[in-house]
């Protein structure tokens, strides 16, 4: 499995900025997900790069799609590069 640590840290960024505009913490959006808190810290901080199920479990806690959530970082990743 390859690491991209720019499109690690661009998904965590955008799971991040999506659990905020809900109003959750780390803590409970993991928990929503069943994924560990720390794991979940790390794929939020760009350390770790998530598989396609913890992707899906995510949008589905976020309540967007994973289509969404690929979108924002391609977005994202496009700003990081101009």
Request: proline letters at 1%.
């Amino acid at each position: 499995m390859s690491f991209n640590q720019e499109s690690a840290k661009a998904f965590g960024a955008v799971v991040r900025g999506f659990r905020k505009q809900i109003g959750l913490s780390q803590e409970a959006l993991a928990h929503m997900a069943d994924i560990e808190r720390t794991h979940f810290s790390s794929i939020e901080r760009g350390t770790n790069q998530p598989s396609l199920w913890l992707i899906l479990k995510i949008a589905r806690a976020l309540g967007v799609s994973s289509a969404d959530l690929m979108a924002a970082t391609e977005s994202a990743l496009a700003s990081a590069s101009t």
